[in-house]
């Protein structure tokens, strides 16, 4: 085993040392001098962490399936500036020691000038801590935990965070359907869902919505009737659940049972609750809005091209993951083609002041580089996903 | 009237409990077995329904009477497969315990095997609007959960006292040696009791599918050991005892989350067991027999 670690890790050396010697002379870059990228005569290497193997692998195969179709949409197009872009992703099992180690042989060996990935939140965290020591410019597709773009300067985000998604649709609440008073159901055991529900609250209560009822409920509950008795009594005009599916499916028929006749909302989490749902069941969810990163319902004509390419390279339906990989790819593309370099303090800065349209909407970067964009509202009517409007609060 | 809806909602998850403590309650009266297989017989039950129902397509009638029959079979064969042996050789409890445990593991995963540990959904299978009477919120659900449960119960109290095998069984329970030689064959007897529970457990399970439609492997966890529960809260071996401890506890639940103490609610239920047991070791209506010699 560690003889066999020793020949790869020397194999990869001698690639390295290879594909670096071929540059010398031809490479007229400035980002041969800064010592954190190198760029080979005619390309330029761009790093990625994904968990290709794992638990987690369904989300990081989706993920680089949709970088890798950026980066050959791109390099058909010519490539950034004339040079083809040479995309090197390694495996890291989602797990965060991995990630580490992949991230040190990306940086060290392969002398890549920019990173996409990770994939998940832990394995991010990891990573960006290194990526700040050594200033690459990083972007992860997927990633939510807070801190993941507040460890440095060079860290960015193509997903938006868990709170953005409660304060988008308390706007909605308000500004669309009117409502003066809501109610939240939520799982406070579970980080994504008490989230959600902390920043709707603060959102919603800003816009001047009155929160009449805050119940909770614990992770693998089925009875929620309770809690729904009790909202009824409070007669809300909007119940807000940022649950996922599977407790969707529960309490929307709870919520039939019970009675409360709240219009209900929620999150991203949802997508995929028609499947878990029976379709004698599905008029409990009849007119329930909720906001997801992304539709294949979409009429925008650049993801109906997308899921034609994806599908005809996978042999698969692409979802959210993908979707983000895609554009985080691009926007790291943008950015190194705005830079006119890949000097890493350059490519951060035009990163930073980035306007990018891409398939999740129009993307700027806050002070904390997590996306500004709009999201994509859906109605569930007569058992389908019904996509409504892209919004921007 | 927020108090009456809260104790009806209560009732309603209280009567499945009820329904599937009668199960544990029943074995344990008649061979002192803790049979913790039976929380997932509900499962096997809801499966069951799954697949004549939604993949077969038969209408609510034969969908319960196939699961009825499957769960009656497969607890019978349960016991004749996994437990008799150890049964008949006086085997020491905690063998008895531990096979019961192993049996309730496998049949987790062969269901995660042959559907996948992801959710199933099911049909509407009852009208599932609230009922408005004045001021009072009734789920239709739940009272029919109640309605078929308390009749259930009052059908199985006449089986037992009024019937040939129920006397069977009671004697069986009272001393097994003594009604063998008394010409009982206490294997049928035994056998009889598993099936009767596992049917009970299956028209839970119909009930359970009804008000929460998405069903998962390891739906009978959590499920069997409230109703566990409910059955030593009530005085495990007494039937009326395993009905008392189910409603109490689904109404203690249903109080505890409507005042907003969700986070709680299980450490309410184990401390109420707690509690009761302190005072009333052999359960509510439990009969305190001293250890046979």
Known sequence: ?393 | MDFLSQIINGLGIGSIYALVALGYSMVYGIVQLINFAHGDIIMVGAYVTYLVLVVGGAPLWVAVLASIAFCTIAGVLIERVAYRRLLNMGAPRIYLLITAIGVSIFLQNLSQLLFTSSGKSMPKMFPSDSLDLGSIQLSSVSLITIVTSVALMVLLQVLVSKTKIGKAMRATSEDAGAAKLMGINTNITVAFTFGIGSALAAVGAVLYCGAYPLITPYMGGMLGLKAFVAAVLGGIGSIPGAMLGGYLIGVAESLTKAAGGSQITDAVVFGILIIVLLFKPAGLLGKNVREKV
């Open chain 1, 1 to 393: 085993m560690k003889k066999r670690f020793f020949a790869a890790a020397l194999a990869a050396v001698m690639i390295a040392a290879s594909a670096s010697g071929c540059a010398q002379g031809s490479n007229t870059d400035s980002a041969a001098a800064s010592g954190t990228g190198t760029a080979s005569g005619d390309t330029i290497k761009i790093g990625g962490l994904a968990p290709l193997t794992g638990s987690v692998s369904v989300y990081g195969n989706a993920t680089n399936n949709g970088v890798l179709l950026a980066v050959k949409a791109a390099n058909d197009a010519g490539g950034i500036n004339g040079k083809k872009i040479q995309y090197i992703c390694y495996d890291e099992k989602g797990d965060a020691t991995e990630a580490v180690n992949a991230y040190n042989k990306l940086v060290e060996n392969d002398k890549v000038v920019a990173l996409v990935g990770d994939v998940t939140s832990t394995p991010t965290l990891a990573v960006a801590q290194q990526a700040v020591n050594d200033n690459l410019p990083m972007i992860s597709a997927t990633a939510t935990a807070a801190g993941v773009t507040t460890t440095g300067e060079n860290v960015f985000r193509a997903c938006v965070t868990d709170p953005f998604q409660g304060e988008m649709m308390a706007s909605y609440t308000k500004k669309k359907l009117g409502a003066k008073t809501a109610a939240i159901l939520y799982n406070m055991a579970d980080d994504y869902s008490s989230g959600v529900a902390e920043a709707y609250k603060q959102a919603a209560e800003a816009e001047g919505i009155t929160i009449v009822a805050e119940e909770k409920f614990q992770t693998n509950d089925v009875d929620f009737k309770s809690q729904l008795t009790s909202i009824k009594g409070k007669n809300p005009d909007v119940l807000f659940l940022p649950v996922y599916y599977q407790d969707l499916a529960q309490i929307a028929v709870q919520v039939k049972q019970t009675g409360v006749k709240a219009k209900l909302m929620g999150v991203d989490g949802w997508d995929g609750v028609l499947d878990k749902i029976d379709k004698s069941n599905a008029d409990a969810l009849q007119g329930s809005y909720f906001c997801s990163q992304y539709t294949a319902e979409s009429t925008d004509s650049k993801v109906q091209d997308f899921i034609k390419a994806y599908k005809a390279a996978y042999k698969a339906e692409p979802n959210m993951f993908s979707v983000l990989g895609y554009d985080a790819m691009n926007m790291m593309i943008q950015a190194i083609k705005d830079a006119g370099s890949t000097d890493s303090d350059a490519v951060i800065k035009a990163m930073a002041a980035l306007k990018f349209k891409g398939l999740t909407g129009d993307i700027t970067f806050d002070k904390d580089r997590n996306p500004v964009k709009t999201c994509a509202i859906l109605t569930i009517k007569d058992d389908a996903y019904k996509f409504v409007e892209y919004y921007k609060k």
